[in-house]
Structures are given as C-alpha cells and as structure tokens.
C-alpha cells in the first residue's frame, strides 16, 4: 500500500527514536514514502515559528502524520505563543482532532515495573478514548476576577456523538466491549452525554455498552484494570484517566497515542513521553513507543491491522528477550532495540 506520512522528527530524543522506528516500519510498509515536516524547537530555530506555513502547507500532502517529540530548556523562557508546545497545539487544531486515543498495555514480562502488584496489572490492555476540543477545557464563559472564577462545562449532542462513533468503531476491533465514563448522578452534560452514547449504542449492536460514574472508574482502574477494555470520556475525566491508566504501565517509553477527527484530515500519531532533553544524543532512548505509534497509523488510518500485529508482536518478543533500554532498568540502546525489533518482523514476514 503506498502512502505518504508526513514525518516530524521533532527536537531532543526525536531523531534517534525517528531514526529507529523508519528502520522497522520499513520493513513492513515498504511502499511507504515520507515528507519531512518541522515542527517545535527545529522550527523555531529555522524560521523563528513553531508551526511554519510550509509545514502547514505540506499537511496537504500526506495521509497520517507521525511524530516523536518536541520541546526542550532552550525554549522556556520564550514568551508563550513562541513555545515549542503551541506548534503541537496549533498543529492539532489544524488537523481538527477531537478524539485522542491512550492505549494501556502492560507487557507480561514488565508487569514488575508498574507500582501496583504485578497479579494486579499483569494482562492489562485497555485504551482510553479521550473527547480532546470539548467540555471544561474551552467552554464558555471563562473568568477569574480574584474573588471568584469560572469554568464552564458544555457539550454539544454532535460533540459527543462523534467521539462515541469513533470509540465505537475501535472497541468493533477489539474485544468489542465499550465503557462510557460520566458523572450523569449529578452533572447535566453527563446525562446529556450518556443519553448520547445509548442512541449511537444503536448502530452498533455487536458491541456491549456499559457505564461508569468517574469516581468509580478511577478506584476500578486501579483494584482491577483487566476488567476494562475501550473507555469512552470526556475531555476532563479523560485527562485524568488517561494518565492514570498509563502509570498501571510503570514506563513512559511504552506508551503510544493517536489523535484524529472525522477521517477527512490526516491523523496524528505520537509516543506520549516528550523530547527527553537528558538523555538526548546518547543512543539511549527507548523507541518502543513511536514504534507502538506506528502501528496504531498503520491500524487507524489504514487499516492495516496484519501489519500493526506483526510490530505489536516484535515488541513483545523484544522485550521477553530482556533488551531493554535504560527506562525500563536495561543497558540497550536505541540501536539494539530497533535491530531487535527489525530480527522479529523479518521473522514474522518469513513465517507468514
Ligand atoms: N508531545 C510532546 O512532544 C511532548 C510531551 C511531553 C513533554 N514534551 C516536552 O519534552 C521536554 C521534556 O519534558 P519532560 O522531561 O517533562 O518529559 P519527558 O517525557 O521528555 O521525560 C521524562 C523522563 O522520562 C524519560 N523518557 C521519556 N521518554 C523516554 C524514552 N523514549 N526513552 C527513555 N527515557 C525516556 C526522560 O529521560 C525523563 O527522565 C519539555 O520541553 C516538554 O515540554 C513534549
């Protein structure tokens, strides 16, 4: 399948990682061709903006776009609207993705790494789909006077429709079982939202629908994580959650994400870890997760579900096999990792 994936390096660890993950998804996209896009401090540097209009402009171009991660020290004392992270936000917003997908998967043999009891978290997978442009985050009206401040929480039916489809259409993939997140005994927009949910329940009657109040959510994931599947939530709840479900994991460099829209603009696909400015240029960062975030590209935007499996299962193999980097209590670097990685599929390509 020939596509095109608009690449972003990105600042620190970024194009270590990059380098890693293009070697193994080579191996199973070969028709794959790629347009450079700068984005973050590499922009900055280059052109003063950390979000160029070429970079815009080429978005055009390409059917889904992968990231690693932007940011580092050098930029922090730029005023706000010049930071490496507007360009993130600016880029998201272009692209007009309101879903923001966190799969939590804790691998057999690193379940000792989370801080729960392995017999807890072990066989974890689940995967958070988060409502990304709505809610308390922009609502409206919003102010602090000093004395008192205000947030406002809306959503609109459509608002929440579309990201029920779309956590719908992924739990469809999976083991088909959907757990809608709200606080409906008590907050109007969470009725609004679960009478929402049940009404789009209707075009997917393979799937089993089930809902949480927040509160409960956040102690279930914690007593018994294997329980869950898809999760569906709002912007807030899934802000909260989203980050407590990757902690079951116990390492950042595990963990990959997707945020996409409606289907008609390109998705964006990144680890959920940033530019590691520490360990940058030492050949030691895991790449594990722009790997993992590769696969979802593959799964989400092009329905390549065999080829995602098979890079799903080199990380697996990888990681049973004890090579692994510094963030996970190893001695590998980036090198090993990806070489590891780049036997398996060889492997799984042979086989299949
Ligand atoms: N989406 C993004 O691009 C994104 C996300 C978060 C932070 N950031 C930016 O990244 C910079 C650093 O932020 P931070 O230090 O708070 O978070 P970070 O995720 O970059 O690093 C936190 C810790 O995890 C380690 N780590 C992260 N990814 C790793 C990997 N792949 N392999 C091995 N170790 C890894 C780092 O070495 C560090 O010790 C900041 O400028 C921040 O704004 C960017």
Redesign the pocket.
Known sequence: MSKTIGLIS?D??GPE?TEATLLVLKEVAPDFKYIDLDLGGVAIDKTGSPFPDETKAKLKEVDAVLMA?????QYDNLPRDKR??TG?LALRKELQTFANIRPARVFDSLANLSSLKPEIVRGTDLVVVRELTGGIYFGQPSSNDGNRALNTMVYEKSEVTRIAHVAFCLARKRSKRLCSVDKSNVLNVSQLWRDAVIEVSKDYPDVELSHMYVDNAAMQLIKDPKQFDVIVTSNLFGDILSDESAMLTGS??LLPSASTGDGSLPGLY??V???????AGQG???PI?MVLSAAMMLRLSFDMSKEAAILEAAVEAVLAQGIL???LGGTAKTKDVSEALVVEVKLALTNA
């Open positions: 990105g620190g660890i990682i991660a932007i940011g580092g020290p490496p992270e993130l950042i460099g990144e680890p870890h940033g530019s590691a400015p520490d360990i030691l960062a895991n997760a980097t510094g963030d």
